[in-house]
């Protein structure tokens, strides 16, 4: 009798789980974001395996020495497949990148983690180890620049590539920027780190440069050490160049 009584108290917290969850987003949409883990090469299930089935695609575990874009455009939710829709949310979290190449997730058994899309997966694999030849040298910089901005809700982050116009115009200001002292206390309105990226948009490096604002002026921080305050004339055109990121954070 107890033993009965347990059953129907099971059956009926799931019940509510499931209809809360139902209540946030519609079965069709669960359904859409439902991923699965998988074994290659076996037909098995591996829960926190080395790859993942989303959308009649595969993604293998990739260690990849450069670092992929990744502005999010959804939240999936990965368990084995014998797990009903309506449970999907009790899996790892995980996001799948804008271009659909990449899925990243993050936790503290594991940390993070990328996979990438099977048909993908030989070519990005063969440049990135390109860019891991190339950071031997000195001078090493990818095809162009970027930096991260905080997205929209469909977006949990967003890059701005430079044109090709403004990565001169920062690459010149050690040549017409004033060479200064920068005092590290000094309270900046904001500081934003600069990316050097691939020119298909696939991956990116930091590149240890800064762009940073203090009361209406900007400084360049090269990352050999040296900082240069940018000339009053070129004012405009980086306001131009971080509107993305001031238009993102109020400012």
């Known amino acids: 009798m107890k033993r009965s009584i347990r059953v129907v108290a099971l059956i009926s917290a799931i019940l509510i789980l499931c209809q809360a969850f139902v209540g946030c987003s519609s079965l069709d949409e669960m359904e859409e974001n439902h991923a699965f883990w998988f074994t290659p090469d076996k037909d098995v299930d591996s829960f926190g395996g ?6 009649g695609n595969q993604y293998l575990r990739c260690n990849f020495g450069a670092s992929p874009v ?3 455009t959804r939240v999936i939710y990965v368990t084995n497949k014998n797990v009903p829709t309506l449970l999907s ?5 995980a996001y799948i990148s804008e271009d659909g190449y990449f899925i990243a997730m993050s936790d503290e058994e594991y940390g993070q983690r990328y996979f990438c899309r099977s048909d993908k997966y030989e070519e990005f694999a063969q440049k990135s180890e390109e860019i891991t030849e ?4 000195q001078d090493f910089r990818l095809d162009g620049y970027c930096y991260i901005y ?3 809700r469909r977006f949990y982050c967003k890059y701005y590539f430079l044109t090709e116009e403004e990565e001169a ?3 010149s200001i050690s040549e017409v920027g004033e060479s200064i002292t920068f005092d590290p206390d000094t309270k900046a309105d904001y500081s934003v780190m600069i990316y050097s990226n ?4 696939i991956f990116i490096e930091v590149t240890g440069d800064c762009i940073i604002s203090v ?4 400084y360049v921080y090269y990352r050999k050490g040296s900082t240069y305050r940018v000339p009053g004339n070129l004012t405009d055109s980086f306001d131009e160049i971080m509107k993305k990121y001031v238009e993102s954070n109020g400012k």
């Open 50 to 55: 080395k790859g993942i089935e989303l959308d």
């Open 70 to 72: 990744f502005s999010m």
């Open 89 to 93: 949310v009790t899996g790892y979290k």
């Open 134 to 137: 190339k950071q031997q040298h």
């Open 150 to 152: 905080e997205g929209d």
């Open 169 to 171: 115009l920062l690459d």
């Open 198 to 201: 691939t020119d298909d948009k």
């Open 215 to 218: 009361d209406g002026t900007y």
